[in-house]
T-cell receptor
Framework: NAGVTQTPKFRVLKTGQSMTLLCAQD?????MYWYRQDPGMGLRLIHY???????AKGEVPDGYNVSRLKKQNFLLGLESAAPSQTSVYFC????????????FGQGTRLTVV | GENVEQHPSTLSVQEGDSAVIKCTYS??????FPWYKQELGKGPQLIID?????GEKKDQRIAVTLNKTAKHFSLHITETQPEDSAVYFC???????????FGGGTRLMVKP
């Protein structure tokens, strides 16, 4: 029972480099989300998707892009990484709206130097 | 938009004591309030939630209370155990469509 799987788990980038974080869920959930977690600031929503082929901006979308070409996958891209994007990134999925339980992946620790 | 404040940011208790974490929210339209527990190196996991039509909910050693008039809700853990040590997040959302807004988190340490 994999649930929500994120790859990679750790990554170090140089300023200006690009990368893609992959999130995969095997629960047939419609909704998927990308959060970033910074000390003392809780979890902040970057982008989310309410179904295959859809994406929407969250609270802190600048500097990130997302795609949901397949229902089970949600990709988060950084086109030109900046030190301010150093954070722990969590993907989550839920059956419906966030008024139902959200299942989180184990996180990706990204450092931009 | 919604703003959720969580206190305290760190809490240390002796095993067997009770722990209380408090949150306030700003949007009176919010009507769903979950609590998540995050263990070291893992993603957050839902432990209990409450909806606006309920004032209190219990599940074994944990309980959540909601005061909609004052716009605050609290997590109560009784008979704490070392395995309760983790970071706890409160959150709020408007069921009809808004996303969850999380508090800043509370690091709970239970000393044996």
């Amino acid at each position: 029972n994999a649930g929500v799987t994120q790859t990679p788990k750790f990554r170090v980038l140089k300023t200006g480099q690009s990368m893609t974080l992959l999130c995969a869920q095997d629960m047939n959930h419609e909704y998927m989300y990308w959060y970033r977690q910074d000390p003392g600031m809780g979890l902040r929503l970057i982008h989310y998707s309410v179904g295959e082929g859809t994406t929407a901006k969250g609270e802190v979308p600048d500097g990130y892009n997302v795609s949901r070409l397949k229902k089970q996958n949600f990709l988060l891209g950084l086109e030109s990484a900046a030190p301010s994007q150093t954070s722990v990134y969590f993907c989550a999925s839920s059956y419906g709206l966030m008024s139902t339980e959200a299942f989180f992946g184990q996180g990706t620790r990204l450092t931009v130097v | 938009g919604e703003n959720v404040e969580q206190h305290p940011s760190t809490l240390s208790v002796q095993e067997g004591d009770s722990a209380v974490i408090k949150c306030t929210y700003s949007d009176s339209a919010s009507n769903y309030f979950p609590w998540y527990k995050q263990e070291l190196g893992k993603g957050p996991q839902l432990i209990i939630d409450i909806r606006s039509n309920v004032g209190e909910k219990k599940d074994q050693r944990i309980a959540v209370t909601l005061n909609k008039t004052a716009k605050h809700f609290s997590l109560h853990i009784t008979e704490t155990q070392p395995e309760d040590s983790a970071v706890y997040f409160c959150a709020a959302s408007w069921e009809a469509g808004n996303m969850l807004t999380f508090g800043g988190g509370t690091r709970l340490m239970v000393k044996p």
